[in-house]
């Protein structure tokens, strides 16, 4: 069986029924896609859901895909935001839902879907501009918690970095940004180290989070024209086009390359990660050579690393030598963005390969990958995780960007 044949014949078995979650967990109106059937991942997350989707409409399960975006607009309307999964509420994620609903409109070419979304991807939207945002003007990841919580999960977040506060006030500080990173989606990685603290989350406006909202409004505006709300896409157009100047001001440097911004420092951060793609696909720059220098950086031979290689191996899973699903999809679309469509076809390729031979190997997919090897990735923070989601979700949209390869 080809690993195209395995994912196909596979989806199937990554929905659970409503009445199917565990203990503990939100209930859920409609079907919904879980990354793997294995304790711990057996739960409706929210960006590796995006990256499934694309596998599903690729693979023309429409119907799940829409039943995804329904969860994810039921527990907006019930929360006033999505938390990083249905039954992990201190906390959002990566916020996709916009692109996710721009991707199924334009599938479906139906304008019942805007009109059916709008509501829940304007009060997201609002969510992250009253409760996420910085002086600075831009966006930060944060959290929902309470003390009480804080103070509970100290132990688990800090385990997984090996890291500890000394004062009750110094862990407790740390574990606000230790959930803080937990919503980027990149926990843990060393992009908002600081000399002030390891893991200052809360002080950066990262580049990543302000292009997804950046993409989220546009698209969001472009919905809301096609039902005639000229006037709401408008404003939604002025905020982005403002968040575009402040991260050219903020977050570029002197090559074009976006960083994250450490607004509290008034600097750029010292990490180039994988994150710094985001711009390019998104349409902030269209410039080619960042591109190719943040290639050059990342780019080793089965794959996109999630950050430079600094000359040592950090023990945090998104950190360098790791290859995630999701970063290796917004390289293609930076590349393909700016032109570079070799370098697009080439990590593309890269990634469907290491896929199929992995798979060759130990039978499965997995969450994530090792840049260097083209193995699966090392136990880090958790053991590795045989994984559908996004792992699959990215093979089979990147099948269909290059059919032939």
Not at 40 to 48: I, N, Q, V
Not at 68 to 74: F, G, H, P, Q, V
Not at 222 to 250: P, T, Y
Request: proline share 5%; charged share 25%; glycine share 8%.
């Amino acid at each position: 069986m080809t690993l195209e044949e395995h994912i196909r014949a596979h989806w199937k078995d990554t929905v659970l029924a409503p009445n199917e979650a565990e203990g503990g967990f939100i209930p859920l109106p409609k079907p919904f896609t879980v990354p793997y059937r294995t304790a711990g991942f057996a739960r409706f997350y929210y960006w590796d859901t995006y990256f499934t989707n694309l596998g599903l409409l690729a693979d023309g399960y429409e119907e799940q895909a829409e039943n995804n975006l329904d969860n994810i607009a039921y527990l907006i309307g019930v929360l006033g935001y999505m938390p990083n999964a249905d039954s992990l509420i201190k906390d959002s994620q990566p916020p996709f839902f916009t692109r996710g609903v721009y991707d199924l409109w334009k599938y479906t070419g139906e304008d019942r879907i805007p009109a059916k979304y709008l509501p829940a991807i304007l009060a997201e939207l609002r969510f992250f501009e009253c409760d996420r945002m910085t002086p600075c003007g831009l966006n930060r990841y944060k959290h929902c918690s309470t003390r009480v919580y804080l103070e509970e999960s100290y132990d688990y977040y800090v385990g997984r970095v090996q890291l500890t506060g000394q004062t009750k006030y110094d862990r407790l500080l740390l574990c606000e940004n230790l959930l803080a990173g937990a919503e980027s989606g990149w926990d843990f990685c060393p992009r908002f180290d600081t000399e002030r603290m390891p893991y200052a989350v809360l002080d950066f406006a990262p580049v990543d989070l302000n292009s997804i909202l950046y993409d989220a409004e546009r698209k969001a505006a472009e919905m809301l024209f096609a039902l005639h709300r000229e006037e709401e896409g408008e404003k939604l157009l002025r905020k982005a086009e403002e968040r575009a100047r402040l991260m050219h001001s903020f977050m570029k440097d002197e090559e074009g390359v976006f960083y994250d911004y450490d607004y509290v420092g008034g600097k750029r951060g010292s990490v180039l990660s994988a994150a710094s793609f985001y711009p390019f696909a998104n349409g902030i720059s269209k410039d080619v050579a960042p591109v190719k220098r943040t290639l050059e950086k990342l780019e080793f031979e089965h794959g996109i690393a999630a950050c430079e290689n600094r000359g040592f191996v950090s023990g945090l899973q998104w950190d360098f030598p790791y290859l995630w699903p999701s970063n290796v999809c917004f390289a293609v679309l930076a590349a393909r963005a700016v032109g570079l469509h070799e370098d697009a076809r080439r990590v593309a390729k890269k990634y469907l390969s290491t896929l199929e031979r992995e798979f060759g190997r130990t039978g499965t997919l997995w969450e994530k990958y090792d840049a260097v090897t083209g193995e699966k990735a090392t136990p880090l923070e958790y053991d590795a995780v045989p994984m559908m989601g996004w792992t699959a979700g990215v093979y089979r949209y990147l099948q269909t960007l290059y059919p032939n390869l």
